[in-house]
């Protein structure tokens, strides 16, 4: 990968440089501040580096807000961001995954450390890629042609990246934020989760840009109904959006699923060929995260997941029983 690492101090790109000579296959670019790192990708050739590593505590610029002008570039707004920082105050932690960093490494840093963590961005790379092509290969064929082109089939239950929707990061970001929330006082944190009903026949009907969208529609519509609130949200796939909510507070998730749909029942969405959607939610519990391990805070957040995804089902179950019994009627 070639990467770009920004860092005021030259001892720490000195020592990027060693490890990143020792990991082997990486090109390393570095520059010593904010608008220094800015000038140089404006100089630079389109997609000239896949990853970034940016320290967070600079004069001039910090890390959160490069990193925010990275991410308001169409050039750089799913490349990988890695926060190198001896800041570890959940202030930070937060601030640097709002403004879109994939991952937050703790100086001081060891080598089996950062080749583990770019290893798991050059698998996110590549799979971005992958999948990017599929979304935007097939925007222009309509939904009825989708089956006969498997090629281009987005999967279901594939996390998608979704952009300009304020508070929505990827779901490797996300699980990487939770980690960093069990290694200090979780203080407030809730997490709980929204499906898309029917999202299974919306898959199977659409074709990938069509889908990408719905996906990205329904994403702003939830983070329009939670504005006001401290929180971070993921597509995690399957036509689920996971949440992290702060500040103590624990929603009531059945009048928060009725504020969504309330809102979908109120913006038109339509397919390609201009049929109106229909969509809607099921929201699974709210579940505190307190004093948990990182594999306890994994499983509540897993179990909010699952919690969403079995209230969407449990909702088609009782609209079939109900259609079962006026028909026996």
Same mark, same amino acid.
């Given at each position: 990968?070639?990467?770009?690492?920004?860092?005021?101090?030259?001892? #720490?790109?000195?020592?990027?440089?060693?490890?990143?000579? !020792?990991?082997?296959?990486?090109?390393?670019?570095?520059?010593?501040?904010?608008?220094?790192?800015?000038?140089?990708?404006?100089?630079? /050739?389109?997609?000239?580096? %896949?990853?970034?590593?940016?320290?967070?505590?600079?004069?001039?610029?910090?890390?959160?807000?490069?990193?925010?002008?990275?991410?308001?570039?169409?050039?750089?707004?799913?490349?990988?961001?890695?926060?190198?920082?001896?800041?570890?105050? /959940?202030?930070?932690?937060? $601030?640097?995954?709002?403004?879109?960093?994939?991952?937050?490494?703790? /100086?001081?840093?060891?080598?089996?450390?950062? &080749?583990? &963590?770019?290893?798991?961005?050059?698998?996110?790379?590549?799979?971005?890629?992958?999948?990017? &092509?599929?979304?935007?290969?097939?925007?222009?064929?309509? $939904?009825?042609?989708?089956?006969?082109?498997?090629?281009?089939?987005?999967?279901?239950?594939?996390?998608?990246?979704?952009? %300009?929707? %304020?508070?929505?990061?990827?779901?490797?970001?996300?699980?990487?934020?939770?980690?960093?929330?069990?290694?200090?006082?979780?203080?407030?944190?809730?997490?709980?989760?929204?499906?898309?009903?029917? #999202?299974?026949?919306?898959?199977?009907?659409?074709?990938?840009?069509?889908?990408?969208?719905?996906?990205? %529609?329904? $994403?702003?519509?939830?983070?329009?109904?939670?504005?006001?609130?401290?929180?971070?949200?993921?597509?995690?796939?399957?036509?689920?959006?996971?949440?992290?909510?702060?500040?103590?507070?624990?929603?009531?998730?059945?009048?928060?699923?009725?504020?969504?749909?309330?809102?979908?029942?109120?913006?038109?969405?339509?397919?390609?060929?201009?049929? &109106?959607?229909?969509?809607?939610?099921?929201?699974?519990? !709210? #579940?505190?995260? #307190?004093?948990?391990?990182?594999?306890?805070?994994?499983?509540?957040?897993?179990?909010?997941?699952?919690? $969403?995804?079995?209230?969407?089902?449990?909702?088609?179950?009782?609209?079939?029983?109900?259609?079962?019994?006026?028909?026996?009627?």
């Amino acid at each position: 990968m070639k990467i770009l690492a920004v860092d005021d101090d030259p001892i #720490i790109l000195e020592l990027l440089d060693q490890f990143v000579t !020792a990991i082997g296959e990486h090109e390393l670019t570095t520059a010593m501040s904010g608008p220094e790192a800015l000038e140089l990708l404006a100089s630079s /050739k389109p997609d000239a580096f %896949d990853c970034f590593l940016f320290d967070i505590q600079m004069p001039q610029m910090d890390g959160i807000t490069l990193t925010k002008h990275v991410r308001a570039s169409t050039r750089y707004a799913d490349t990988p961001i890695l926060m190198l920082t001896a800041m570890s105050d /959940k202030r930070y932690v937060d $601030a640097a995954f709002s403004a879109g960093a994939t991952d937050y490494v703790t /100086k001081p840093f060891e080598v089996p450390e950062l &080749r583990a &963590r770019l290893g798991l961005v050059e698998g996110l790379v590549q799979a971005r890629q992958s999948r990017t &092509r599929k979304i935007f290969a097939t925007q222009n064929i309509s $939904a009825p042609t989708q089956p006969d082109a498997p090629e281009n089939a987005l999967e279901l239950h594939e996390p998608i990246s979704i952009y %300009d929707v %304020d508070n929505v990061i990827e779901y490797m970001a996300m699980q990487n934020y939770v980690a960093q929330l069990s290694r200090g006082a979780l203080f407030g944190s809730t997490t709980f989760a929204f499906t898309i009903r029917k #999202i299974e026949e919306h898959h199977q009907a659409m074709s990938p840009f069509e889908f990408y969208s719905l996906v990205s %529609d329904v $994403a702003e519509v939830i983070s329009d109904t939670l504005a006001g609130h401290q929180f971070l949200m993921s597509y995690a796939g399957s036509g689920t959006f996971v949440c992290v909510t702060e500040s103590g507070w624990r929603p009531n998730m059945t009048a928060l699923m009725d504020a969504v749909n309330l809102s979908l029942s109120r913006t038109e969405l339509y397919d390609n060929s201009a049929q &109106r959607l229909y969509v809607r939610v099921s929201a699974g519990e !709210a #579940i505190r995260l #307190i004093w948990k391990s990182e594999n306890s805070v994994m499983e509540a957040v897993a179990a909010a997941h699952t919690s $969403a995804e079995a209230a969407s089902e449990a909702h088609e179950r009782s609209l079939t029983d109900f259609w079962i019994a006026e028909q026996r009627a």
